[in-house]
């Protein structure tokens, strides 16, 4: 008689609150650590009383740190795609921990949406603010493919992408730390018609409003979401970019209320992972950002995009760029990724590099 094959376990979110993913206090000083989080900062009440957490008084500003901090230490990259040996993306908020607050320490260690905003809403969980896992859909406009942008700009992927909705004080706000770049890095509330400056001159803004892509009949009946833009260029600035006019808005990505499981999410992450209409299978990529002196503001960014690295100063569209090294070899990325953004892959890590995206000596 033939034995059934034993079903493997189905992921889902734990039914029990009090089981869900939560870091004890030694990790969220660790991870603190990590970030390199100022004193002023870890004397925030929120840390002895979690009550505070959903304060506009003493939440918000500690939220607003914890942003900042991260992407400025944490990078947004897809290493784990191309250099590992498996292949592979944990969505588990241990494994996260031990990647970002741990290895993350010695190798610099980051990841990619799904990682940054699952690890960073389990840390805001365990602080004690109320957080939602949400989904969104990239615009076709932030595709590195000039063709694709030209040709379907007016489209969006399927749902690729997390982040999280934060309740301060009754208002949900916006956080997502895991754009690089074209992310707002800066947390702000969920309300229509809002629009701030963020990595100036850049302004980014929220619409409440359907997209092209819709089986209404007319467009008045479309279903609406949550949209978020940018505009590069705002109106009395000049970067002497053809990418984009003086003015125009361009759309980044949209997104739902929904909230969404980690069914959903290990789904999303294998598709971008694995699909060759994924950027992220085809090229490397590693991002930090950069804060002002006053480590007050987000002004820039430094990127390892395939063969280069660079540093921009101001948005990534119209923004001063710096090519700080062309890469040749492999061994030139990898010293690259530590000399330029403090990630250090193991010798094992890389020897094991994508086929696809080697680069040839």
């Not at 992407?71 to 993306?89: D, G, Q, W």
């Not at 053809?242 to 294998?270: A, H, I, N, R």
């Amino acid at each position: 008689m033939a034995h059934a094959t034993p079903a493997l376990k189905q992921t889902q979110m734990t039914i029990d609150p009090n089981e869900r993913p939560k870091y004890s206090k030694d990790q969220l000083q660790n991870y603190f650590k990590r970030i390199k989080l100022p004193q002023k900062y870890l004397n925030s009440p929120v840390h002895f009383d979690e009550n505070l957490a959903p304060t506009k008084d003493h939440g918000l500003p500690l939220l607003q740190a914890l942003v900042r901090y991260h992407v400025c230490n944490v990078p947004f990259e897809n290493l784990e795609i191309h250099y590992s040996a498996h292949k592979t993306i944990s969505l588990n908020m241990d494994d996260l921990y031990v990647k970002f607050a741990e290895r993350g320490l010695r190798y610099g260690r980051g990841g990619r949406c799904m990682e940054n905003n699952g690890f960073f809403g389990t840390v805001l969980r365990s602080l004690g603010y109320e957080v939602r896992n949400c989904a969104g859909r990239v615009s076709r406009m932030m595709s590195p493919d000039a063709e694709t942008r030209e040709k379907q700009g007016n489209t969006y992927d399927g749902f690729n992408h997390m982040l999280n909705l934060v309740r301060i004080e009754g208002q949900w706000w916006v956080v997502d730390v895991g754009n690089g770049p074209m992310g707002p890095n800066i947390p702000y509330p969920l309300q229509d018609g809002y629009e701030c400056e963020s990595i100036a001159p850049r302004r980014i803004r929220l619409q409440w409003r359907s997209i092209p892509e819709h089986a209404a009949a007319k467009d008045e009946d479309a279903q609406k979401l949550w949209c978020y833009d940018a505009c590069f260029q705002p109106k009395g600035t000049s970067s002497g970019s053809k990418l984009v006019s003086e003015g125009e808005w361009v759309p980044v990505y949209c997104f739902t209320e929904t909230e969404f499981l980690p069914q959903d999410y290990e789904m999303m992450s294998y598709f971008t992972s694995n699909n060759p209409k994924s950027f992220f299978t085809s090229m490397v990529l590693c991002i930090k950002m950069e804060m002002d002196e006053a480590e007050e503001k987000i002004v820039g960014d430094v990127t390892l995009g395939g063969d280069k690295v660079r540093r921009t100063i101001g948005p990534n569209v119209g923004g001063k760029k710096e090519v700080l090294r062309e890469v040749r070899t492999e061994k030139e990325r990898v010293d690259a990724l530590k000399e330029f953004l403090g990630v250090e892959l193991t010798q094992e890590e890389s020897e094991n590099i994508r086929p696809q995206t080697r680069l040839q000596s």
